[in-house]
């Protein structure tokens, strides 16, 4: 079985709350529901596609997501310097269940997921340094910065959309299903 970084419990976000609260409770939310659908499979089962002719695997939604966080939170809003780590190796690498070079999912896997938790904590950390949903990043999406909050939104959003391929994906590899 594939080492999970800490998989969080998965908490309803409150019911009330303000709304720098609740965007962090649900983006928080479906981080952890992407880490349950990935839990308890084996590097392979994690690397299965759906169906053919899609590359979309497990494997592959935690390394777009790892991507995605790292060009939301550490580009457009901190305005850093930090390359992606598997864009560009071919079209739509990071939805595949394969590295560029055919790797071992048992020695690459384990990576992934410790990138994608310290990407987790990296966004969080580049979210907490700001006061407030109003603050404009540093970084261009289209010419124009963005706020935190659009971040926020545009991730839950990104998030609940693949989390939906998760649940098929899951139930094709072992028949679980639930939230």
Known sequence: ???????????????RDGERAAVEAWLEFHRATLLTKCAGLTPEQLGERSVPPSELSLRGLVRHLTDVERHWFART??????PPLYWGEHEDVDFSGVGADGDDP??????????????????????????????????????????????????????????????????????????
């Open 77 to 82: 809003v901190a305005g850093q310097d930090a």
């Open 1 to 15: 079985m594939t080492e999970f970084p800490d998989v969080p419990d998965r908490v309803d976000p409150p019911y």
């Open 106 to 179: 048992a020695r690459a896997v384990p990576h992934e997921l410790a990138a994608f938790a310290a990407e987790l904590d990296a966004s969080r950390a580049v979210a907490a340094a700001h006061d407030s949903l109003d603050d404009l990043g540093a970084g261009l999406r289209y010419g124009e910065r963005v706020s935190l909050r659009w971040v926020f939104l545009h991730m839950i959003e990104e998030y609940a959309r693949h989390n939906g391929h998760a649940d098929l994906l899951r139930e094709r590899i072992d028949g679980a299903t639930g939230d």
